[in-house]
């Protein structure tokens, strides 16, 4: 196994839970924490991406590892910069990566229901609905539009919804430097 990779054995289920986290929120921690517990997951994988494709230039991912590090609760979550190390800039890579990496764990790709909008944008989107299980958590109105729209064999995985968003945390965070003092 490579130097500085997540340790993980055959048998083992492990969510993969990816993202910018710019900034991480309770909103990431609630979606990874459903997982864990209703998939029944030995851990979580918060895969901090080095730059997501379908979003502007992201902060510093030492900033974003932090971040996510800040938010994420308990020894079964694991804060990861795995993509950057694996040079992917895409999931399908990462997911051949990791199959390679790790023989016999079994992956599941966990996302917030508010990501499945964008999924068919995604490179080679098609390979990854095929590659693993993805399960989606509710997230603050996308969850009748999943219900009608995900794939068979997709779980859905109903949970109170967390409202916090990474856009409205930047934005927030904008509007602070933009009027210093000013409260």
Aim: charge should be positive; glycine fraction near 10%.
């Amino acid at each position: 196994m490579r130097r500085g990779l997540p340790i993980a054995y055959p048998g083992m289920k492990i969510g993969l839970f990816g993202g910018s986290f710019d900034p991480a929120h309770e909103g990431h921690a609630h979606v990874a924490e459903t997982a864990l517990r209703r998939l029944g997951l030995d851990r979580v994988w918060w895969l901090v991406s080095p730059q997501n494709p379908l979003k502007p230039k992201s902060s510093p991912i030492g900033q974003r590892l932090a971040s996510a590090r800040g938010v994420a609760r308990g020894s079964r979550m694991v804060v990861t910069d795995i993509e950057s190390r694996l040079d992917c800039a895409f999931t399908y890579q990462t997911l051949r990566q990791l199959k390679r990496l790790y023989p016999g764990v079994r992956f599941t790709l966990v996302m917030g229901a508010d990501n499945l909008a964008n999924f068919r944008k995604w490179r080679k989107w098609r390979e990854v609905a095929r590659a693993v299980p993805i399960a989606i958590v509710a997230r603050p109105g996308a969850g009748p539009r999943l219900r009608l729209s995900a794939p068979k064999g997709w779980s859905h995985l109903n949970a109170r919804h967390n409202f916090q968003s990474s856009t409205s945390l930047r934005g927030r965070r904008r509007q602070a430097v933009a009027k210093p003092g000013q409260k």
